[in-house]
């Protein structure tokens, strides 16, 4: 997450802020294993090991009796029972880390299977600066289906790299061996970021993670929430939050005018995101945005995605011109992306 200046104080070093994200769950045939099954037995110095292939390292650490919460050099990983969540922006490498990540799994859990996986992203500002295999999404469709005979493949938004964001998911039936657990995802992906906001990003407004954190008000976006932050030098910020239930949040912030960036994400249970979405907009005022809602029907989100598409609430409340919403159902999960613009003044 850390960007540097050249020498030359007109060049900036570019760096890309948008992230690869991916989501694992794990099961397996064995009722034993699937009962003291846990990701989080696997020792830390294996998922060192393991981050090396992705090309990023940890560099901040938090749990509780419900969640492990790793800060990344490039981003963020959440531990569960059986969630992996991988979210790594720069030129990490992700799926180049799942056949050893299967392995170790196995080894260490029992967990034979996956029972569900979702790996997406934005469309990138200097693709050809991205590592094999992701440089272009079917690239790395070709790699995921190498290791998954049933995904299905899905880009929303602008066709090309104007604005989309690609989705590759398992789309299977729950296996009748776990109990379905309530789940939900609201992911907010802002660029164009108005400089002022971002400027308290950087090691010259704000001496720590900390001053950042409270000067932004990003400590209120979601409370109760133990916060675990970093502030790169010579700027960017990375954070994760985590509650007592189980329920995290991460921001990720790329300062630079030139290309700034800041994503937020968060699994809180909500019948509706409205007053989140517009808290996390206020915060960092971006010019545009995407926003993506996944919610299983066993969570209390379950009609969010559907009301997000039917109704732009955000158009006609606040200043934003929404230019595409699209809804999609799986067999486990309901999901809407929409893309805003700001209104031009």
Request: hydrophobic share 35%.
């Amino acid at each position: 997450m850390a960007s540097s200046k050249n020498d030359n104080a007109e060049s900036v070093q570019f760096f890309e802020g948008v992230e690869k994200l991916l989501e694992m769950w794990f099961t397996s045939n064995n009722a034993k294993n699937r009962q003291v099954g846990d990701l989080r037995q696997i020792p830390r110095q294996k998922w060192e090991s393991l981050l090396k292939i992705v090309r990023c390292e940890i560099i901040s650490f938090c749990r509780n009796d419900q969640i492990d919460a790793y800060v990344l050099s490039e981003s963020s990983m959440f531990l569960s029972k059986r969630r992996l969540i991988l979210k790594t922006c720069g030129t990490t490498t992700p799926l180049q880390c799942l056949e050893p990540l299967l392995k170790l799994v196995e080894q260490y859990t029992g967990f034979d299977e996956v029972e569900d996986l979702f790996y997406s992203r934005k469309n990138y500002k200097r693709p050809e600066l991205q590592i094999s295999p992701h440089q272009a999404f079917t690239e790395e469709v070709t790699l995921l289906n190498t290791y998954f005979h049933d995904g299905e493949v899905y880009c929303l938004g602008s066709t090309g790299n104007t604005d989309s964001w690609y989705l590759y998911t398992l789309n299977r039936e729950k296996s009748l061996q776990e109990k379905v657990e309530p789940d939900q995802t609201l992911e907010i992906l802002m660029t164009h970021l108005d400089p002022n906001v971002m400027a308290i990003f950087t090691r010259d407004v704000c001496s720590s993670a900390a001053e950042a954190t409270q000067k932004s008000r990003i400590d209120k976006l979601i409370p109760n929430m133990t916060i675990d932050d970093f502030l790169f030098e010579p700027c960017g910020y990375s954070m994760n939050g985590i509650s007592k239930n189980g329920n995290y949040m991460t921001i990720h912030i790329t300062p630079e005018p030139e290309f700034s960036y800041v994503s937020f994400e968060s699994n809180i249970p909500e019948a509706s995101y409205e007053d989140v979405i517009r808290r996390v907009l206020n915060t960092f005022n971006p010019g545009q945005f995407v926003i993506t809602v996944f919610a299983n029907k066993e969570s209390i989100a379950a009609g969010y995605p559907r009301k997000l598409e039917q109704n732009d609430y955000l158009n006609s409340i606040e200043n934003w011109l929404r230019t595409n919403a699209q809804y999609r159902r799986f067999k486990n999960y309901d999901l809407t992306c929409a893309f805003y613009s700001r209104f031009p003044s």
